[in-house]
């Protein structure tokens, strides 16, 4: 599976931006994709994660209720909406796909470690 993530820019506190990522290569085996973040000496962290199939949603706190995920399966692309950006959203965001079966716990996927494939990363810098 290949991943290639685009959208990222610079763009003023309280404005939006939509990152995407699209998918090739064994792609039917997706059980969930997330988005993650990496900020300047910071530690990569989960943002969102959407169930390829099913489409059910979970998001880390820090951007629930901004920062919608989205799928469109017939062009195998994630999405991730960002509203009402803050500087602290600055960083690398990056997405990430899982073939592992989907294990029924949806906290589970803010783990790295449960991701196979990621993508090079693309970056969203928010100026105050």
């Known amino acids: 599976v290949q991943l290639q993530a685009s959208g990222g820019g610079l763009v003023q506190a309280g404005g939006s931006l939509r990152v995407s990522c699209a998918a090739s290569?064994?792609?039917?085996?997706?059980?969930?994709m997330g988005w993650f973040r990496q900020a300047p000496g910071k530690e990569r962290e989960f943002v969102a994660a959407?169930?390829?199939?099913?489409?059910?949603?979970f998001y880390a706190d820090s951007v629930k209720g901004r920062f919608p995920i989205s799928r469109d399966n017939a062009k195998n692309t994630l999405y991730l909406q960002m509203n009402g950006l803050k500087p602290e959203d600055t960083a690398v965001y990056y997405c990430a796909t899982s073939t592992r079966p989907y294990g029924g716990s949806f906290q589970a996927y803010s783990n790295r470690g449960l991701y196979d494939y990621w993508g090079q990363g693309t970056l969203v810098t928010v100026s105050s």
């Open positions: 959407i169930r390829w199939n099913a489409g059910s949603t």
């Open positions: 290569g064994r792609t039917f085996s997706t059980s969930v």
